[in-house]
Antibody, heavy 120, light 107 residues
Framework: EVQLVESGGDLVQPGGSLRLSCVDS????????MNWVRQAPGKGLEWVSYISSSSSTTYYADSVKGRFTISRDNAKNSLYLQMNSLRAEDTAVYYC?????????????WGQGTLVTVSS | DIQMTQSPSSLSASVGDRVAITCRAS??????LNWYQQKPGKAPKLLIYTASSLQSGVPSRFSGSGSGTDFTLTISSLQPEDFATYYC?????????FGQGTKVEIK
């Protein structure tokens, strides 16, 4: 069974930085693309960023482009999200999710989430 | 960006009811539409992928239909554990946008 575990969420001041991590050791991590999805308190889901299995392709939502960087280390079965120039509107629970593609693509396994709070 | 609009935003229903949630895309997305269920304080869970394929382990009372711009998630007989918020998401093109969610509450 796939199990993803996020960490790194914290309280940070506006303009600050934070690095989130997501680890899984129960599947062939290196074979799958991965997403970060966030959810602001009481709000809906927002896709944030994607990275392909080999790191050759990355995508970002316009709301984070230029401030966030997604990366991965397949040797460590780990996914990362480096978040810089944080704003109050980045406050959210951040989920990592495995992107599975067959006839279409979908997020079939999710971590439990890690809370990022941006506030002074 | 492709906009996803769900209706209704919330609904009240009783155990045993048949429930339908619709999702409309602002442009054609073929069948690249997924449905997720989320309970309070929990991560989303994949229910349906590519419009009508049931994810492994998901009860058969859940079904999905549609293509192009209009899609429907149907719960044939609502169970107590189905009270949750449901989201559609298009996987046709980035950004992979979600609908705003439909909260299913107990009547």
């Amino acid at each position: 069974e796939v199990q993803l575990v996020e960490s790194g969420g914290d309280l940070v001041q506006p303009g600050g930085s934070l690095r989130l991590s997501c680890v899984d050791s129960r599947f062939t991590f290196s074979s799958y693309g991965m997403n970060w999805v966030r959810q602001a308190p009481g709000k809906g889901l927002e896709w944030v960023s994607y990275i392909s299995s080999s790191s050759s392709t990355t995508y970002y939502a316009d709301s984070v482009k230029g401030r966030f960087t997604i990366s991965r280390d397949n040797a460590k079965n780990s996914l990362y999200l480096q978040m810089n120039s944080l704003r109050a509107e980045d406050t959210a629970v951040y989920y990592c999710a495995r992107r599975y593609c067959s006839t279409g693509c979908y997020d079939d396994s999710w971590g439990q989430g890690t809370l990022v709070t941006v506030s002074s | 960006d492709i906009q996803m609009t769900q209706s209704p935003s919330s609904l009240s229903a009783s155990v045993g009811d048949r429930v339908a949630i619709t999702c409309r895309a602002s442009q054609s997305i073929s069948s690249y539409l997924n449905w997720y269920q989320q309970k309070p304080g929990k991560a989303p869970k994949l229910l349906i992928y590519t419009a009508s394929s049931l994810q492994s382990g998901v009860p058969s009372r859940f079904s999905g239909s549609g293509s192009g711009t209009d899609f429907t998630l149907t719960i044939s007989s609502l169970q107590p554990e189905d009270f949750a918020t449901y989201y559609c998401q298009q996987s046709y093109s980035t950004p992979w946008t979600f609908g705003q969610g439909t909260k299913v509450e107990i009547k």
